[in-house]
């Protein structure tokens, strides 16, 4: 039987700080719903109803697109070892790019990763937990420095090229203010 929370407890944020994976799910009115694993090391709880999470470069960028319209987020995290539970934050988040003033605090929260382009700052108002006992077991073998090659690999002008091409807007057409603030 799922258990609803007003904020993060001591125990839900030990949790989340043994997990490796989390996923982030998004939605406009009209758009798709994006659903985005996560790993790297990139989320922090930063209250009992603050957390964010430092975004790195992907062939899309769904959630800050749906995120300018439409605030809503859910962040899912699954015991895949150990005793099982889910545990979903529902919130509101903000999209913090590299030209916003709270980029240098948020940032400096974070170990940098090779790539990153926004950080997610979100406000949780409510925390749900449940069973989880249909998850199934897998063990942790370790991170994929694939993308944080890659990233390296591009450099700083190369990553401003990928995201003119590829981050600008999502698969909706909706527009993700990347490289600059918008009207």
């Not at 007003?6 to 998004?26: A, M, N, P, R």
């Not at 939605?27 to 603050?50: E, F, H, Q, W, Y």
């Not at 959630?63 to 934050?89: E, K, V, W, Y």
């Not at 937990?129 to 700083?156: H, I, N």
Request: proline letters at 4%.
């Amino acid at each position: 039987m799922g258990k609803r929370f007003d904020e993060l407890s001591t125990k839900h944020i030990h949790f989340i700080s043994e997990q490796k994976l989390f996923f982030v799910g998004t939605a406009t009115a009209d758009s798709r719903v994006n659903i985005s694993p996560k790993g790297m090391d990139s989320l922090r709880v930063l209250g009992p109803n603050r957390v964010a999470w430092l975004n790195t470069t992907g062939s899309g960028n769904e959630t800050s697109a749906h995120i300018q319209q439409a605030p809503r987020m859910t962040i899912l995290f699954c015991a895949f070892d150990g005793t099982p539970l889910i545990l979903r934050l529902y919130g509101t988040a903000k999209v913090v790019h590299q030209y916003d003033p709270e980029w240098v605090d948020l940032f400096a929260r974070f170990k940098p990763l090779p790539g990153a382009r926004q950080i997610f700052d979100v406000n949780v108002d409510l925390v749900q937990t449940s069973c989880g006992m249909a998850v199934p077991y897998f063990s942790y073998a370790g991170e994929r420095e694939l993308l944080s090659d890659w990233a390296e690999k591009q450099g700083e002008q190369g990553l401003r090229d990928y995201w003119t091409k590829n981050n600008q807007t999502s698969i909706d057409g909706i527009t993700t203010h990347i490289l600059e603030k918008g009207d």
